[in-house]
């Protein structure tokens, strides 16, 4: 059966569609007209929770790799839930803010815009990638598919911790032309 005696669950569809959904709703924000109603209050302090959102991530994630490496399963899986947990509130907050804010342009010039640009891009990718690459990791982890889980799992906590790292620079790097 498996690797231990876990009933196994079948999560494909339920990651197939937070897959599609979260990246087709995060592509949308970028076409969506903006919400003027609030246009009083100041949406700075979503970024600014974007960026704790991404730091608590990073550092869960790197509880989470220390743990495993501890062979301590039970306070990885522990670890690797905060992460999903502080990743989700970013997504709520990321969607709350760009369905109601104008994008903010950055204003870096020189050899730091092409350096901004590089992370930028390379973390949008990349988000969208981790999104059905940490829902199978974590759906293989909880099936106890072991050897298919520490597969999957070499690409995807690399990429995840990026992805959190990288989000914090960037909001570092544009946070004065807010």
Do not use: C
Request: aromatic residues 16%; proline residues 3%.
């Amino acid at each position: 059966m498996n690797d231990h005696s876990v009933k196994e669950r079948n999560f494909t569809p339920i990651i197939v569609l937070l897959t599609i959904v979260i990246n087709a709703l995060v592509a949308f924000l970028y076409f969506m007209p903006k919400y003027n109603t609030l246009s009083d209050v100041d949406l700075t302090i979503l970024p600014f929770l974007n960026a704790v959102f991404n730091s608590f991530t990073f550092v869960f994630l790197v509880a989470a790799l220390v743990s495993i490496k501890q062979k301590n399963i039970k306070l990885h899986k522990r670890f690797i839930l905060a992460a999903f947990t502080t990743t989700a509130l970013f997504l709520v907050s990321y969607v709350t803010y760009h369905g109601m804010a104008e994008s903010t342009a950055f204003g870096g010039e020189g050899t730091i815009r092409y350096v901004y640009y590089f992370i930028l891009l390379t973390h949008i990718v990349l988000s969208a990638a981790i999104v059905p690459l940490a829902l199978v990791t974590a759906a293989r982890g909880f099936n106890m598919k072991v050897e298919k889980h520490r597969k999957i799992a070499r690409w995807t906590m690399p990429i995840w911790l990026y992805v959190s790292l990288t989000g914090v620079l960037v909001y570092i790097m544009i946070s004065p032309y807010y």
